[in-house]
């Protein structure tokens, strides 16, 4: 392939050569999410939620399923990428879930978001309202699958907050008192979740503090066990609320649950990667901020989850993050990572990806420099010098690069870039793995739509065996080859399927109705199977599926869950990545 003059043109030549029936991100083409019409601009704004099951697989074999013991996914071949904190997130990962609240909206009564700037203090509370003004915050928005019951709120100082009785929830005000409030939310009963209104508050003593705790708990000897009343602990301890627990019990059972056979936990949309703003240290995300969901999570909550189900983290640097940024990040790490875990370092995500603002930045910064040739030369150029150097960074920090994964990121489709990317300055004699991103699937246009919404399941399987996975094998090769010349583990940093419409084809409804179907087939299990093993066959190491729960929409269905406490026997994605990890212990 001729040599690309522009970024953006790498993803569009790379991805149209393969043919239409390979995806945008089986060409390592990234995020291709587009608009997310589940972040609504009012509470009666029209929702994308995370669509029922329809299709059930048979029962998970119990003799595939993994034993118990904390570290026992240190042998797993597989790692996974988690889901952004959004409100309308289903992976639900954290207990509290005002930490998983949209930033707060200036409004009145007559209208949801007025644009007027609200009065927050240096954690994000709202210290005083203005006249007639409302701050609101939504959660559990948009979808239907969470563990219903009384979720109780509790808050400190002084005011009024009001919730928007939708017909998801109800205020028990018998049950509550100042400090204290108690809400009934069931979800079955609408994808509209908690609106939490401040109407008034003490400049003096203003509310602050808020958390929200939903029903049930975890048991005292395993933290990956819901529990309430109906389903008690038995021998893994008592069963405690997570209001008792309060900040004890960060992560949601459930959550952890489903993460806690995975080897590595890739954690690019936990930080907010992609078109950061995050520049300088004091930039970061605190463990003391109101809410999570606008700068991602803070260090110290990725370190703890690492700990807590023995997973190497994987940590992408922001893209302008300076060096001071890079070594308190690394200090903080290094400081306090459980002994024998170690930390993947990346920096940024798919920089060459023209859609993102980091291959825009590493662009100027190339050319700024006068290091390589044209606009792609400048800007892989840029990624491999920047990465060479957050590399040292580290080791600086760490007293050396034992404990580390130095990994250098490149487009599947187009082994040229790796080759590039590890030659420049032979920073791929520094590294300790190269990735890519093997997904499979579709990104079908309007022209090609009109062919795949023929299409049944079976036959998208045929053409997905027939034609796709060759061109997936192919990629894998080509990477594996320049891993080779470096000496460097072929790793995948993202991977899985991605059938999709683009450009208008989204709003195709069959369309979007084969997909579902495609993914929620029980057949699809045996796909990911062979997925799987083509990628071992090929000389593929660790594989990091995106991602472990995500709702699906129009614009993606990367989620091997579509909720956090689907059962296995109804997930076969999630069934088929369970499998290989017991049947596929690391083979290398």
Same mark, same amino acid.
């Given at each position: ?34 608009p ?5 601009s ?6 994308s ?164 705790y ?39 059972p ?17 930080m ?23 700068r991602?999570?803070p ?49 940024? #995500?798919?920089?060459?990806? *023209? $859609?993102f +603002? ?5 662009? @100027?910064?190339?050319?700024? %420099?006068? =290091? ?41 489709? #187009?082994?040229?870039?790796? *080759? $590039?990317? +590890? ?5 791929? @004699?520094?590294?300790?793995? %190269?990735? =890519? ?37 192919r990629?894998?090769?080509? #990477? ?5 010349k ?7 940093? @993202?991977?899985?399927?991605?059938f999709v ?15 579902d ?8 299990k045996?796909?990911y ?23 699906w929409?129009k ?34």
């Open positions: 392939m001729a040599r690309p003059m522009l970024m953006r043109t790498i993803f569009a030549v790379v991805c149209l050569s393969a043919g239409s029936v390979v995806a945008a991100r089986a060409c390592g083409g990234g995020s291709s999410r587009g997310d019409s589940r972040h609504p009012s509470p009666n704004a029209e929702l939620s995370a669509a029922t099951t329809s299709s059930r697989t048979s029962p998970p074999n119990k003799s595939l399923e993994p034993p118990r013991g904390t570290r026992w996914n240190r042998r797993s071949a597989l790692g996974t990428n988690l889901a952004s904190f959004t409100e309308w997130s289903t992976e639900i990962p954290l207990v509290d879930q005002f930490k998983l609240s949209r930033r707060w909206t200036s409004g009145t009564e007559e209208e949801f978001d007025d644009q007027r700037p609200l009065d927050v203090d240096q954690h994000g509370w709202v210290r005083r309202l203005k006249p007639r003004q409302i701050a609101r915050s939504l959660m559990l928005w948009g979808i239907k699958h969470y563990r219903p019951g009384r979720f109780v709120v509790r808050y400190e100082g002084k005011g009024e907050i009001r919730y928007h009785e939708n017909s998801a929830n109800r205020f028990i005000r018998s049950e509550s008192k100042p400090g204290r409030h108690v809400i009934d939310v069931r979800p079955e009963r609408s994808n509209e979740g908690i609106l939490l209104e401040i109407h008034r508050s003490d400049p003096a003593d203003y509310i602050r503090n808020i958390r929200v939903p029903p049930g708990g975890a048991c005292s000897k395993r933290a990956s066990r819901w529990c309430d009343s109906a389903h008690p602990c038995g021998s893994e301890g008592q069963c405690q609320s997570f209001e008792e627990l309060g900040r004890k019990q960060v992560f949601h459930d959550f952890l649950d489903r993460i806690k056979t995975y080897s590595v936990l890739r954690f690019m949309d936990f907010n990667t992609n078109d950061s703003a995050v520049a300088h240290w004091s930039d970061r995300p605190k463990v003391t901020d109101a809410t999570w969901t606008p991602g999570a260090i110290e909550i990725m370190v703890e989850l690492a700990n807590l189900v023995s997973a190497d983290p994987w940590f992408t640097m922001p893209h302008q993050a300076d060096d001071d940024y890079i070594e308190r990040f690394a200090r903080e790490v290094r400081s306090s990572l459980r002994p024998g875990l170690r930390a993947w370092i990346e920096y940024s #995500n798919e920089v060459w990806n *023209g $859609q +603002a980091q291959a825009q930045y590493s662009v @100027e910064q190339g050319q700024r %420099l006068g =290091i390589g040739e044209g606009d792609v030369g400048a800007g892989l150029s840029f990624y491999a010098r920047r990465s060479s150097e957050m590399f040292r960074i580290w080791e600086r920090a760490w007293g050396g690069s034992e404990g580390l994964v130095r990994v250098l990121a490149a487009q599947s489709g #187009n082994a040229w870039i790796a *080759g $590039q990317i +590890a030659s420049f300055e032979q920073v791929g @004699e520094r590294a300790d793995a %190269l990735a =890519i991103a093997p997904y499979f699937g579709i990104s079908a246009d309007m022209k090609e739509a009109k062919r795949v919404r023929r299409m049944s399941v079976d036959d998208l399987i045929s053409e997905t065996r027939s034609k796709i996975f060759p061109e997936v094998a990629q894998i090769r080509t #990477n594996k080859e320049v891993a080779q470096y000496e460097l583990p072929l790793v995948a940093y @993202e991977g899985g399927q991605h419409g683009v450009m208008g084809a989204e709003n195709d409804e069959k369309l979007n109705q084969l997909f179907e495609f993914n929620r087939s029980p057949k699809i045996k796909l199977a062979d997925y799987l093993q083509l990628w071992r066959e090929g000389g593929g190491t660790w594989f990091m599926h995106f991602v472990n729960c995500d709702g929409s614009w993606g269905r990367w989620g091997a869950l579509e909720y956090a406490s689907q059962p296995r026997a109804e997930a076969p994605k999630f069934d088929a990545l369970q499998e290989f990890i017991v049947r596929h212990p690391r083979w290398w």
